[in-house]
C-alpha cells in the first residue's frame, strides 16, 4: 500500500457532511479490498475483517470519511451565491479562497474579497452571514445548475513539503481512513485477538451522527476511534499539542477507558514504536464519545494522527505518522503470541 496515493486520492474526493457520497464510493472499494462484505449503510463504509472466529470480542475501529464545508442557502439577483457552514470552518481564511459548487455537475468559484484598498481601517472577519461565492455567472445560469441546499468545498489539492510531510484539505480525516487501511495490511494472514469491524462514518463534523448509528448497529465490546489531533505550530501551547513525525497520539481522558488507554501504550512500548500521549479533561470531541455510551457502553480510545492547520485548506500532516498510528493498532489487536 503507498500510503501517499492512498491519503491523496481520499484527500482530493468531496464528501462534505451530509453529501459524503463520492467519498463513500472511493473508500468502499479500498475497504472491499480487505473486507469482501463491505457495504454503505446509512451514509457509513461498514466491513467485517477477516473469519468471525466464536468467542472474540468486537473491536470497531472507526474513524470518519466526512469533511467541513459549505451548504447553498440562496443565490442573489446579482448572482453571488450565499453559504453557510458546515463544520467548524475558520472563517478568517475565508476571503479569495478557491471552491468547487457540487451542483448537478461541479463547478469552480471563490469566495469574495474586498481589495483592502477600498477598506476603511481594519478589516474584521467575515461573518456567515456576509459571505459570497462568485462563480462568474448570472443568478439565471446558476439556476440551472446550483440549488439551495447543494455542498460546497475548498478546491485544493494534495501537495508534497520536506520529507514526510504532506498538504491538503480533508485530511481530517481522510489520514485516519488510510491509517485504518494500513492496519488491515498489516494485519492479513494474522490471528487478532479480536473480531475487527471498520465504520468509516459519516457526518461527524457535525455532530458524530454516524458514530452514533454505526456504534448502536455493531454493538462493539472496544472500539478505537481514529482520528487527528492537534500538532505544534508556532505561537500555539506546546503543552497542549503533539508533536509532528512522534507517532501516534494516545488518548488519556475520563470518558475513555484507561484499562484500553494503558493497553495501548504497553504495545506501542514493547514494538519500540514512538507514541504520544494527548490528555484531554472531559470528552474528547471525537465519535470515541459516542461508542463508549452506546447501548451497554464499549471500552473506547482514541488513536490520533498530529495535524498543523485543522479545519483549513491546508491541513499539514506527517506520513510516518500515519504508517506508526497502523503499526500501534495492528500490535494491539494482534493476538498474544
Known amino acids: 500500500m503507498d500510503i501517499y496515493e492512498t491519503v491523496k486520492a481520499l484527500c482530493e474526493v468531496s464528501g462534505a457532511s451530509g453529501s459524503e457520497a463520492p467519498a463513500e464510493k472511493l473508500a468502499l472499494s479500498m475497504l472491499s479490498e480487505y473486507c469482501p462484505d463491505a457495504e454503505i449503510v446509512s451514509g457509513n463504509v461498514i466491513g467485517s475483517f477477516g473469519t468471525h472466529r466464536e468467542g472474540l470480542p468486537i473491536l470497531v475501529l472507526d474513524a470518519h470519511i466526512d469533511q467541513i464545508g459549505m451548504i447553498v442557502t440562496h443565490i442573489t439577483d446579482e448572482g453571488f451565491i450565499k453559504v453557510g457552514n458546515i463544520g467548524g470552518i475558520d472563517r478568517r481564511l475565508l476571503p479569495a ?11 469552480p468559484g471563490v469566495v469574495c474579497s474586498v481589495p483592502p484598498h477600498l477598506l476603511s481601517g481594519d478589516s474584521e ?4 452571514e456576509e459571505v459570497s461565492i462568485d462563480a462568474g455567472m448570472t443568478k439565471s445560469e446558476l439556476e440551472e445548475i446550483v440549488s439551495q441546499g ?10 508534497r513539503l520536506s520529507g514526510e510531510r504532506i498538504a491538503a484539505g480533508a485530511l481530517d ?3 485516519g481512513i488510510a491509517a485504518v487501511l494500513r492496519t488491515l495490511e498489516l494485519l492479513k494472514g494474522k490471528n487478532t485477538a479480536y473480531n475487527i469491524i471498520v465504520n468509516f462514518s459519516a457526518q461527524e463534523e457535525i455532530g458524530e451522527r454516524g458514530a452514533k448509528i454505526g456504534a448502536f448497529r455493531l454493538a462493539a465490546d472496544y472500539a478505537i476511534a481514529v482520528d487527528v489531533s492537534f500538532a505544534y505550530a508556532i505561537g500555539e501551547d506546546e503543552q497542549k499539542c503533539g508533536k509532528l513525525g512522534k507517532g501516534a497520539m494516545i488518548g488519556i481522558s475520563p470518558c475513555l477507558d484507561r484499562g484500553m488507554s494503558m493497553g495501548l501504550i504497553r504495545a506501542a512500548e514493547k514494538a519500540s514504536l514512538p507514541y504520544q500521549r494527548e490528555v484531554m479533561e472531559g470528552l474528547t470531541s471525537t465519535n470515541a464519545d459516542r461508542y463508549s455510551v452506546s ?12 495535524l498543523r492547520n485543522m479545519h483549513t485548506p491546508a491541513e499539514v500532516i506527517d506520513l510516518r505518522d500515519v504508517e506508526l498510528t497502523a503499526q500501534l493498532i495492528a500490535e494491539f489487536a494482534k493476538e498474544a503470541e
Not at 479562497?97 to 463547478?107: A, C, E, L, N, T
Not at 472577519?125 to 456567515?128: A, D, E, I, P, T
Not at 447543494?150 to 501537495?159: E, G, L, M
Open 173 to 175: 480525516d481522510r489520514c
Open 150 to 159: 447543494d455542498s460546497i468545498t475548498f478546491d485544493v489539492k494534495c501537495r
Open 125 to 128: 472577519v467575515l461573518k456567515w
Open 97 to 107: 479562497q478557491p471552491v468547487v459548487i457540487h451542483g448537478k455537475h461541479d463547478i
Open 295 to 306: 447501548r451497554g457502553g464499549a471500552k473506547v480510545c482514541t488513536v490520533s494522527i498530529p
